[in-house]
């Protein structure tokens, strides 16, 4: 049984028609890269996915039916994600960061812990921050890390959730070549230790090296699918990228 | 019906005046973003310079067009003065920031008008013909035509102006996207300042020549800016047509609901006609505002937005406190008995500061209306204790309704946030004081006795039989029994950083869709911080009314809500440290009585000093007094730890 589907997602921006009934599905531990051009709605899905923007369509996680779940409850159910942007908590501690994403009481048990003791630190928070190289950082305040760092910080956020999927938004945009190699290398590691992740990058060296499944959108629907070296030689996925023509397109059997 | 008409063509005075008000926060906020809540007191200084300059208040009598010219001349220089000082240094700043600058600026105009002119309300000759003109049978003063007719030709004028100039174009180009306005080479900085000029001017103008029908004083000319933000709030804060039409049309309303309160059938109390609705109608008008537009106000392409001061978890809360519970303790018995009162006044004063830690230092999210929650939990106070309910159980039952009064308006209010929550609760604050304090049945301006507090027999009130040193009153026991509750509360807002939900506050300050994408429930969050916020505040609202042995509205003003945030700001609005400062620094307390004790300096002198602090501790300080000195700190610890290489990056 698949752990994660997304079935015939469908997001409209006005008269723009994001997302076309866009299916996916991801097993556990499973690496998928989403790609794309610019504007073929990659963002738009994770968002729909997580809760961020009104989509039709059905979002199953587990066997549970999240598609009417608002955000937050979507995210404590296994629905992490990170942002392209980073978007830290930037008051708070690199440490802190990860902890709010660690323990969710309902606000009412928070708001009656308020009177007991001061939390203990979670174990999870030392051992994701671990799992990225990022112990170092735990106790600097978030405003005041690298971009790269703050990048890691977020994946390690999203980590610290104890997710079942993790949905990266270009995760490695702004990094270099060796900072990119390094986060493939991290995110191979969560992958097989089980967590599913759905990969968005522009960096195909990365998507197409790391991921175990490759999904290619544009505008809005899904025109090829398989594994990268599959992926790679599609007709369709060349034409796309490389901005064919109608003809040539006609050619590649659409 | 004659008359219906005849009220509602008077209220064309009151309603240009707000319409030119309106007309200056739209203008000000187009060339600059800042919601300027200081227009209204910028007709106020020009209305105040005209009085002063034909009555012969500084010793000279000018003619009435000199006087005229002088006084716009002044509502020029003001507002000049303002962005250049103010707004200027602030442009990077976040919105709040610089809304609350603004109301630095107000407190200090308001302040400055006091200390020169007094309180005494002042009318002013009149510069407009005084004839009259007879219309369907009723006839209207003509100067009510001539105000609608002045405030509607420079509102076409205006709009004309932004429409078809290149200066209009360079100003809407800006308003829409500044930074990309500045990469165009537009300079940004001269349009804000021709933008400022312009709507200092037309408020300038309006105080000059609508004063004479309202009277000139230095409370209700700042306060009209409210009307005036729901007609901007109307308006989408863009089109100028709109806000001085709506602008234009609440002062009609304001003044057909005067005809109205002397109807038979209008709801009455103690049999006088209800007050307050016509601030009721404004607050009505700026929910169905934020209702129609979205609750966000037009955003635009910042050059840069700086952070909200930080919030430091303390380590060590104990010792700290205890420290100061012990000074606090030993100076309540050793103080002659003014100190020993004025001391009182500071802790009370910080246990409101503190519900302002909680939603504006934690929360980021600034409401006025928590002191108005201080004033129900007041009155309702005086009513159970008149109803012999024993003193525990009657301040418990009075916190616990009006938190469950601020829960209940921050639950609806949880998608409105930022500046137009700001401007929401400054509406409803001042609805809360003229409609329900003012209401006789409820509450009252001459006071409504409160007995002391007892326990177990013994009088733990202010007149208690415990005397201090000097042995007069006040007792030095209620002091104790004040300073335990800012004890308390203090300890608790200080251990609510280190908790769970106290982190979850600062994720959703720092940024709502992140918070809620790491599963933390953005609105139940919202609602923990009004419920713990509006306790405490109205905790110090019992406290109050114990402090006075009565309660009365005058304590509890949306104005004197504006002064506290400004004193909160300054003392540092995110650490109960800052909150003791500002506590120290409030009205009648520990620090304005000294000044005025040792110093001879009044009040309303502390007053001034407030609203100046509060602006320089914005441009320059942002983290206040507290803050200031926890980042010494910090960039002391820092610079050790920096010597030790970053682990991160060695991978």
């Known amino acids: 049984m698949t752990m994660f589907r997304a079935d015939a997602v469908d997001v409209r921006y006005g008269g723009v028609h994001a997302l076309k009934g866009v299916s996916l599905d991801i097993a556990a531990g499973q690496l998928v890269g989403l790609i794309g051009p610019n504007g073929a709605g990659k963002t738009t899905f994770i ?20 598609s009417a779940q608002p955000a937050h409850r979507r995210a404590r159910r296994g629905l992490a994600r990170t942002w392209q942007s980073g978007e830290l908590f930037d008051d708070l501690t690199v440490a802190e960061n990860l902890a709010v994403s660690a323990q969710h009481p309902s606000w009412l048990a928070a708001l009656g812990q308020t009177a ?9 928070v030392a051992e994701c921050l671990d799992r990225l190289d990022l112990g170092g950082l735990a106790d600097s305040p978030a405003h005041a890390i690298s971009q790269g760092q703050r990048k890691l910080v977020g ?14 938004d270009e995760p490695a945009a702004g990094l270099d070549t060796t900072e990119s190699a390094k986060l493939g290398r991290h995110l191979r590691a969560v992958a097989d230790r089980g967590t599913a992740l759905l990969l968005v990058d522009h960096d195909m060296g990365l998507v197409l090296g790391i991921c175990d499944h490759v999904v290619v959108l544009e505008f809005g629907a899904v025109i090829a699918a398989g594994p990268p070296a599959h992926v790679r030689q599609d007709p369709a996925v060349l034409s796309a990228y490389l901005g064919a023509d109608d003809q040539s397109r006609r050619a590649a059997g659409r | ?37 200081a227009t209204g007191a910028v007709a106020m200084v020009s209305g105040y310079a005209f009085w002063a300059l034909t ?13 005229f010219a002088a006084a716009l001349a002044v509502a020029l220089v003001v507002g000049l003065a303002v962005e250049a000082v103010v707004f200027a240094p602030l442009r990077h700043a976040s919105p709040l920031a610089r809304l609350a600058a603004s109301l630095g600026v107000l407190l200090t105009l308001q302040a400055g008008v006091l200390l020169i002119f007094g309180n005494q309300p002042q009318q002013e000759p009149s510069v407009l013909p005084a004839g009259a003109v007879p219309l369907l049978g009723v ?3 003509v100067d009510r035509f001539l105000l609608a007719a002045i405030v509607g030709g420079i509102t076409v004028l205006l709009a004309a102006g932004y429409r078809w100039t290149r200066f209009g174009l360079a100003t809407r180009a800006a308003a829409e996207n500044e930074q990309a306005a500045l990469l165009a080479g537009l300079p940004t900085q001269g349009i804000a300042t021709v933008n400022a000029a312009v709507a200092a001017l037309v408020a300038g103008l309006l105080g000059i020549l609508a004063a004479p029908i309202i009277q000139v004083d230095s409370t209700t000319l700042p306060l009209q800016v409210i009307p005036a933000l729901a007609a901007a709030l109307l308006a989408g804060f863009s089109s100028l047509t709109i806000a001085a039409t709506a602008g234009v049309l609440i002062g009609v309303g304001q003044s057909l609901l005067y005809y109205l309160a002397t109807q038979s059938w209008f709801p009455t109390d103690n049999g006088n006609a209800l007050p307050g609705m016509s601030q009721v109608l404004v607050f009505g008008i700026i929910v169905v505002a934020l209702f129609l537009r979205g609750a966000g106000l037009p955003t635009r392409g910042e050059v840069a937005e700086r952070r909200l001061p930080a919030v430091p978890a303390s380590e060590r809360l104990a010792r700290p406190a205890l420290l100061a519970a012990a000074v606090a303790a030993t100076a309540l018995v050793v103080l002659p008995y003014d100190f020993r009162q004025a001391l009182t006044n500071s802790l009370i004063g910080a246990v409101i500061v503190l519900s302002y830690v909680v939603i504006t230092g934690y929360l980021g999210q600034i409401s006025v209306m928590q002191l108005a ?15 012999h309910v024993p003193f525990p159980f009657s301040v418990l039952l009075a916190a616990t309704a009006a938190t469950a009064l601020g829960v209940a308006a921050g639950v609806s209010a949880l998608r409105v946030r930022g500046v137009s929550l700001a401007v929401l609760t400054l509406a409803a604050a001042l609805a809360i004081e003229q409609a329900l304090f003012l209401n006789t049945s409820f509450g009252g301006t001459s006071g409504l006795g409160v007995s002391s507090p007892r326990l177990f027999g013994l009088d733990l009130g202010p007149d208690g039989p415990f005397r201090g040193l000097d042995g007069k009153q006040p007792s030095p026991v209620f002091g104790l029994l004040v300073l335990g509750v800012a004890v308390a509360a203090g300890l608790y807002v200080a251990h609510l950083r280190r908790t769970v939900l106290g982190r979850q506050m600062l994720a959703v300050r720092a940024n709502e869709r992140a918070a809620a994408a790491a599963g933390v429930n953005v609105r139940g969050v919202k609602v923990a911080a009004f419920a713990i916020s509006s306790f405490i505040a109205s905790l110090a609202g019992t406290l109050y009314a114990y ?45 304005p009585h000294a000044l005025e004790t040792w110093f001879g300096i009044k009040g309303t002198w502390a007053l001034l000093f407030g609203g100046v602090s509060l602006v320089f501790t914005l441009v320059g300080n942002p983290d206040g007094i507290a803050g200031a000195h926890h980042r010494r700190k910090e960039a002391a610890k820092y610079a050790v730890r920096t010597t030790v290489p970053a682990t991160g990056e060695t991978a």
């Open chain 1, 47 to 66: 968002d729909a996915v997580t809760g961020f923007t009104p989509a039709g369509g059905r979002v199953v996680l587990d066997g549970a039916d999240l």
């Open chain 2, 373 to 387: 929650l201080s004033g129900t939990a007041g009155f309702l106070l005086a009513r159970l204790a008149g109803g």
């Open chain 1, 116 to 124: 007991g003791r001061r939390p203990r630190p979670d174990d999870v």
């Open chain 2, 139 to 141: 006839t209207i003063p």
């Open chain 2, 1 to 37: 019906m004659p008359n219906l008409l005849l009220f509602a063509l008077l209220g064309l005075g009151q309603g240009a005046l707000i319409a030119a008000i309106a007309l200056g926060v739209v203008v000000s906020y187009r060339g600059s973003g800042v919601i300027n809540l």
């Open chain 2, 55 to 67: 009555s012969g208040f500084f010793g000279v009598t000018c003619p009435v067009p000199v006087a």
């Open chain 1, 155 to 168: 994946v390690a956020r999203a980590l610290a959730a104890r997710p079942r999927l993790i949905c990266l």
């Open chain 2, 547 to 591: 402090n006075y042995a009565s309660v009365s509205s005058v304590r509890f003003t949306a104005l004197a809500a504006l002064g506290l945030i400004g004193f909160a700001y300054v003392g540092g609005i995110t650490t109960v440290s800052g909150a003791v400062i500002a506590g120290l620094l409030s009205t009648e307390a520990l620090v």
